[in-house]
Structure formats: structure tokens, C-alpha cells
């Protein structure tokens, strides 16, 4: 499971036909103190109605597959959390 922030969306008008209707987000991952991790962003489904500056829990893998609605779909992340907050004891 990834955290991550919504940077931004995709909008691609021709896409497999079983991700017709579906939100693509991009996420900046992150870590618990709201730096941006290495490496680059993600494309992810979304399956929980999130927005662009939000924090959010993302499952990749076949775990993407099993969100909610994505049964049999061709996804890699989903986005399956939005983050209300975050406790990091010292």
C-alpha cells in the first residue's frame, strides 16, 4: 500500500473499454510526514471519489484488481483510502 498525494488527473478520451467511466489520478507518493519519495508518480483508478491535493492509500498489483469495481479490469493502482490524518510517534 502506497501514501500518496493527487497531483493532478488524465483524461484519455480512447482507453480499453472496461475502463470506460472511470477516473484516472495522478499521485505523487509520499512519505508519512509529506515528503515526496523518490522516484516518479503514478497512475491510478479511482475508486473512492478523490481529488487533486488529497492524501491517499493506493494498492498496486493484483490487489489494484480487486478494488472495488476493477474485477478483470487492466489496472496497476488504485486509489482505495482517502487520508483523514496522520500520527507519526517520534
Known amino acids: 500500500m502506497?501514501?500518496?498525494?493527487?497531483i493532478g488527473t488524465v483524461v484519455a478520451t480512447r482507453k480499453d473499454p472496461r475502463l470506460v467511466s472511470?477516473?484516472?489520478l495522478i499521485a505523487r507518493p509520499m512519505?508519512?510526514?509529506g515528503k515526496a519519495a523518490e522516484g516518479g508518480c503514478v497512475i491510478a483508478v479511482d475508486t473512492v471519489d478523490a481529488?487533486?491535493?488529497?492524501?491517499v492509500l493506493i494498492v498496486s498489483g493484483s490487489s489494484a484488481r480487486m478494488a472495488?469495481?476493477?474485477k478483470?479490469?487492466?489496472v496497476?493502482?488504485?486509489v482505495?483510502?482517502?487520508?483523514?490524518?496522520?500520527a507519526v510517534r517520534e
Not at 51 to 55: D, F, P, Q
Open 51 to 55: 481529488g487533486v491535493g488529497e492524501t
Open 22 to 24: 472511470t477516473k484516472l
Open 72 to 74: 478483470d479490469c487492466p
Open 31 to 33: 512519505d508519512p510526514r
Open 68 to 70: 472495488s469495481g476493477l
Open 80 to 86: 482505495v483510502g482517502i487520508v483523514d490524518e496522520i
Open 2 to 6: 502506497l501514501l500518496a498525494r493527487i
Open 76 to 78: 496497476d493502482a488504485a
